[in-house]
């Protein structure tokens, strides 16, 4: 048995939200660690000035982007 056309695509709108904050927390644990990396050993040539800004742009992305898109993409109740 398939399922409707409607609830097959919001199935597979659904996965590509959860694919989507997922590679949000990725990118911003990646951002962390390299920040850190930088903040500690000046690694990859980079001032640690450098190295602050990706590691708060990588909080922000790791805890706060996918808060939000959740929030956003949240379905609604049906009636």
Known sequence: ????????????QAQYRFLVINLCRISG??????GLAVIAREA????KA???IL???GIF??????VFLAKRWKSKPET
């Open 50 to 52: 450098a190295g602050y």
């Open 44 to 47: 990859f040539g980079l001032p």
């Open 61 to 66: 992305d790791f805890l706060l982007v996918p």
């Open 29 to 34: 644990a990646i951002m962390l660690v390299i």
């Open 55 to 57: 590691f708060f742009i």
């Open 1 to 12: 048995m398939t399922l409707p056309d409607d609830k097959a695509r919001e199935e597979t």
